[in-house]
């Protein structure tokens, strides 16, 4: 069973970026597709970005497509979500999740992390 622990989120001015980081740790991440969801206030969690095991294919909600970039560092057991171009739509509680095949159910969660886009 893998564990992951978030990390990077903060307040940003509109326009500005950050860097998510989801370190993982129990289990070899190389074994799981990876993938970053958020919930704003009020609303459900949606999908942002996925990677695969490898690393080579990616998929991006079109509402952040071109300004998010997914990427992962297995040698370091940690997946990254680079944001940039930030809009207040984007405030919401980051989640990484980790699925045991390339497509599945996400299986495993972390806590989430707070970014805040301020405009």
């Known amino acids: 069973q893998v564990q992951l622990v978030e990390s990077g989120g903060g307040l940003v001015q509109a326009g500005g970026s950050l860097r998510l980081s989801c370190a993982a740790s129990g289990r070899t991440l190389s074994s799981y597709g990876m993938g970053w969801f958020r919930q704003a206030p009020g609303k459900e969690r949606e999908f942002a970005a996925r990677?695969?095991?490898?690393?080579?294919?990616?998929f991006y909600a079109d509402s952040v497509k071109g300004r998010f970039t997914i990427s992962r560092d297995n040698a370091k057991n940690t997946v990254y979500l680079q944001m940039n171009s930030l809009k207040p739509e984007d405030t919401a509680v980051y989640y990484c999740?980790?699925?045991?095949?390339?497509?599945?159910?996400?299986?495993?969660w972390g806590q989430g992390t707070q970014v805040t886009v301020s405009s």
């Open positions: 990677i695969s095991r490898s690393g080579i294919s990616t």
């Open positions: 999740a980790a699925r045991y095949v390339d497509a599945g159910p996400w299986g495993y």
